[in-house]
Each structure stands twice: as structure tokens, then as C-alpha cells.
């Protein structure tokens, strides 16, 4: 029954949700409080309250067949002109409601952009680590994910292999920053000299190569690190944004693509992408969040949180002996395996009630995720049990 290109997807179900459920099983067993389980990515920093108020202000002040109805597939006018006025605000650009489609989340805002612009063999270019979704997404629409590989030193995006793996069929760039699972952010340095390769391979080949800002964690930065916007480097840009982690609001699915007029052929990419987000059957991005989002657009979770838990983390694993980059941004810290096949690491940890993720499921082997948006209390719970573990290991 099942089609052929589904089958890879099933065989190859998330070792992620594996994970998750492996918690679960462990939890039912030893107690959920002597479990670690650092595996998802799922927000543990409620909504901000202005969220939840506004959610009941809306049902209780606005027409219910409105909020409830129908709009424009791109999403409400009024909507797309707050985000506009926000960015514009925030980041010196010059966007207006013709700019922002509003999507269900970044999942599908990435799907959207590349079901618009992929022919069946066109490539799309990632960087080692990488959100694993995206093959899937790629594949989705027949086209080619291209992998350039870690520079493990820094996790910054390897630019000379970059530069080597575009071919005149490099339809788009995925970049992820602040990154997932690293926590790296891009630096204005880098996205400037990857506009530059861009540039002159679309001289060269004479094709339009999409960059597609993929920024799920663009408002969760630290240390006042700046996250530069990426259409002020690049006229080729689209940016996909998702209130799933900046509101803690994954389950909700909302977040909006950025379609600038200095895109190339911006008003037909935009009718498409309206067309195509239709198609794929979302047809429009959650209606009452989209009203949420206008009156909550200077909202924020509790960054402290977060930042309270990196450094817990990171400098008691550093203490022990891991080996790990202080992460910028998002909820993750991607750490050296102490033995070379980081699987048999999960499960040595997994012997302490300790669950990361391999980092092969992020296509770069060697490394594990551990993902800090967990309790305080679970970290410092924990570390006693990575104590055993650095022990075990001779760190
Ligand atoms: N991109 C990256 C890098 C992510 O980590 C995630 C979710 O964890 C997504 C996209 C999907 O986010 P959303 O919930 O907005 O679909």
C-alpha cells in the first residue's frame, strides 16, 4: 500500500522521536526525576503571558466566524503589515504586507519556497550539521540535497567546499542560524563572503540561486551576540521564520517567509508561493494565531532561562572533560563523543538515564546533541551522572 518514496521516510523514522519515546519507557520505569532526557527540541520556557491573554481577548472581542473564517492564502493583511513594521523597525529593512506570507511554522514555510522553486534534479545546498528535515523537504519536491561537510573547528559554514559544490543546477542555499544543533551563529563576515560566491556563480552560470534563511531560533541569542539579517547581504534571500521557539509556541504552527522585491521575479515568487502553500493542503497559516501575533509582535520568552541553563551545562561538562563550543544561540550544545562511534556513546549514556542524539542524525557523526531546553533542575540532576560517565570514559 505504502508508495515507494515513502518507504525510505519509514525506515528511516527519527532517531530523535526514537529517542523521546526511549524516555518515556525509562521514565515509566526509574521515575520521570531520574531521567535526563536531553533529546527533543520542545520549548520548556512557557509563552509569555501576553500570549495566552490575547488568545482570550480575541475570542472574547472579535467576530467568531472572523477569527475562525477563511482570509487570503498569504495570511491577514493587517498581520503581514505588523511583522513587516516589526522587521522594518528591528532591522533597518523595507518590507511591507506584500512581503510576509504568513506559514504554519517553518516546516512548511520551508516546503512552501521549495515546492516553488525546485524542478525534479535541481539541487539545494545544506551545511554539516543540519536539521534533518530538510532531505526530506528537498526530496519532497524531486530535488537534490547537496551536503558540504563540517568544519568541525568552529562550526562555521565551510565556504571553500561551498564554493566547489555549486553547479548550474544550484537552485537554492539552506543556511540555519543561530544553528540547530550547534548554536553557532553566522557572523556578518561569513554571510558577506558567501553573498560574494553566490553572486559571482550566478554570473557564472547565468541562474538565480535562492538563499533560504531557515530562523526558527533568530530572537534566542546570548550574550548580546549579534544575528545579522540576511537579506541586507544577499538580493537572492528568502527568510523563513517560526514563532515555534522565539514564543514557545511549537505546537501551534505559526511563522511567516519573507519574499523581498529584491528578489529576483519577487511578485511571481510571492502569487506562487501563496498558490503553493495552498496546494500542499495548509492552504493558510492557523487563523487565531495570526491574530495573536499581531497583538504580541514585541513578545519574547525568558531568554534568562535558557541562558541560565547553557551555562550550567556547558561549563559542567567542560569541567568534566567534554569537549564542546560555548554555543550563541538556540538550545543545544553539540558535544565531542569521547569514542570515535557516537551511537555506542547514546548508549553508554543511555546506561545513566542520560538520552542525546546522535549527531550522524544531523549528518555529522562523531558528536551528540543535547538539548539544554529542560528543567534547571534536570541539568543539575544530571550531572552527576555525566560525572560517571566522563569517569567511565578517563576524561
Ligand atoms: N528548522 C530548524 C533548524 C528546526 O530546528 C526546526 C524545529 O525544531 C524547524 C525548522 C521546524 O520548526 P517549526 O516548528 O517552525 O516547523
Known sequence: MISEKMKPLVNNNSAIRAMFEEGKRLASI?????????????????????VNQAIKDILDEEDSTFVHGYMSNSGYEDVRATVADSLNR???THFNQDNILMTVGAASGLNIILKTILNPGDEVITFAPYFVEYGSYVRNYDGVLVVVS?????FQPNLDEFEQKITPRTKGVIINTPNNPTGVVYSAGTLERMAD????KEKEYGTAIVLISDEPYRELAYDG????????????????????????LPGERIGYLVIPDELQDSKEVFNAATIANRVMGCVNAPSLMQRVIKRCIDEQVNLE???????????GLKDLGFV?????????????SPEADEKKFCEACKKHNVLVVPGSSFACPG?????????????ERSLPAFAKIAAEYGL
Open 225 to 248: 551576540v549579534e544575528v545579522p539579517y540576511v537579506t541586507g547581504f544577499y538580493d537572492d534571500t528568502v527568510i523563513c521564520y517560526s514563532y515555534s521557539k522565539s514564543l514557545s
Open 305 to 315: 532561562a535558557y541562558d541560565k541553563n547553557r551555562n550550567l551545562l556547558y561549563n
Open 150 to 154: 563540517p568544519d568541525t573547528e568552529t
Open 367 to 379: 558528536y551528540v546533541r543535547i538539548s539544554y531546553c529542560v528543567s534547571y533542575g534536570q541539568i
Open 90 to 92: 528591528r532591522f533597518g
Open 324 to 336: 564542546c563550543i560555548k554555543p550563541q544561540g538556540a538550545f543545544y550544545l553539540f558535544v565531542k
Open 30 to 50: 526509574y521515575g520521570a526525576e531520574n531521567v535526563y532526557d536531553f533529546s527533543l527540541g520542545n520549548p520548556n520556557v512557557p509563552a509569555p503571558a501576553a
Open 197 to 200: 560566491i553566490l553572486r559571482a
